[in-house]
């Protein structure tokens, strides 16, 4: 099991910028995925971005796409969400995830076991 431990939330007019960060323990961070993932009030959790062990290859959703950047250093065991020009819609608590396994894609928000407690978000218009 990993102990995830998200930091970098806050608040932020529209079109400022935040960098999440996700500080790992307890497995070998670079033997598996990581993702980022989001719940705004009323809504269901959803995806934003993964990122393969190795850092070589990522994969985003349509609506962060080009705006928000992950990244990960496995030297200090910790995975990024860089988010620029956000967006009041971008208002939500925000849950860095460890996938199960190395395998590239993850298949699906079941393939993440691990959960941070997340980091709220919070754009104003």
């Known amino acids: 099991q990993v102990q995830l431990v998200e930091s970098g939330g806050g608040s932020v007019q529209a079109g400022g910028s935040l960098r999440l960060s996700c500080a790992a323990s307890?497995?070998?961070?670079?033997?598996?995925?990581m993702g980022w993932f989001r719940q705004a009030p009323g809504k269901e959790r959803e995806f934003v971005a993964t990122?393969?062990?190795?850092?070589?290859?990522?994969y985003y959703a349509d609506s962060v796409n080009g705006r928000f950047t992950i990244s990960r250093d496995n030297a200090k065991n910790t995975v990024y969400l860089q988010m620029n020009s956000l967006k009041p819609e971008d208002t939500a608590v925000y849950y860095c995830?460890?996938?199960?396994?190395?395998?590239?894609?993850?298949?699906?928000?079941?393939?993440?076991?691990?959960w941070g407690h997340g980091t709220q978000v919070t754009v104003s218009s």
């Open positions: 995830a460890a996938d199960r396994s190395p395998l590239w894609p993850p298949r699906g928000e079941s393939d993440f076991a691990s």
């Open positions: 307890g497995r070998t961070f670079s033997a598996y995925n």
């Open positions: 990122i393969k062990w190795s850092g070589e290859a990522t």
